[in-house]
């Protein structure tokens, strides 16, 4: 399964890369700490499942999503954020996930299963 992670903190890409190299069938595509450049990747390659936060410079993650929905309905969005207010906002662009910061292993792990499970 191909996944691109999009934050701003580096800290965020070492940990989310670090968990998720504990997943078998996960292949890291792209890693972005705007959304600019990660559209342009996204609306360019194939990409099974976007790991994505909320605020970030620029653009935040919920108009982000909603640009991704108009091209790509299939694209599993997953919101990783230390923001609860917005997973409401998140489910109307169809996120399939909404996890809450700190990440844990087992989360991620069950909601990346979840995917595979479903085909991707």
Known sequence: MKVVIIDDEKAMHLIMRRMLAKLDQIEIVGSF????SAFSYLTNHNVDLVFLDIKLPGENGLTFAHRIRERDGQMKLVFVTS????????????AYDYIVKPLRQDRL??????V???GH
């Open 33 to 36: 700490f705007e959304t600019t």
């Open 83 to 94: 923001y609860k207010e917005y997973a409401p906002a998140a489910f109307d662009v169809q």
């Open 116 to 118: 595979i499970s479903e």
């Open 109 to 114: 792990h069950k909601t990346v299963q979840r």
